[in-house]
């Protein structure tokens, strides 16, 4: 039903930076947040920023300060730029959305991305 795309992913030396983009796409009555998770090797999935559909924000404690999510509503698209990279951001970034698909009905449901490759060298 609905389709989430990401892009941006890549090498970077640390101290570089990077921009991710997601952009979702399908049945969509509305975005009610959108946010990014990222997994490294032999770790659990975490939250690393979200956006709510009021622009409100939160970030993970590790990337507060450099990373920073935005979004673009007219184009169903969230960023998340990603500033003094270290070694230990590397990791899977996937995008995830809460969506709303029926228009008579208020429930929310939740759509992954299929997730970028963001390796930091050191």
């Known amino acids: 039903q609905v389709q989430l795309v990401e892009s941006g992913g890549g090498l970077v030396q640390a101290g570089g930076s990077l921009r991710l983009s997601c952009v979702a796409s399908?049945?969509?009555?509305?975005?009610?947040?959108m946010a990014w998770y990222r997994q490294a090797p032999g770790d659990q999935r975490e939250s690393v920023a979200t956006?709510?559909?009021?622009?409100?924000?939160n970030y993970a404690d590790s990337v507060k300060g450099r990373f920073t999510i935005s979004r673009d509503p007219a184009k169903n698209t969230v960023y998340l730029q990603m500033n003094s990279l270290k070694p230990e951001d590397t990791a899977v970034y996937y995008c995830?959305?809460?969506?709303?698909?029926?228009?008579?009905?208020?429930?929310?449901?939740?759509?992954w991305g299929q997730g970028t490759q963001v390796t930091v060298s050191s």
């Open positions: 399908g049945s969509i009555v509305r975005i009610n947040y």
């Open positions: 995830n959305a809460g969506v709303r698909v029926d228009p008579l009905r208020a429930y929310e449901y939740n759509f």
């Open positions: 956006i709510t559909s009021g622009g409100s924000t």
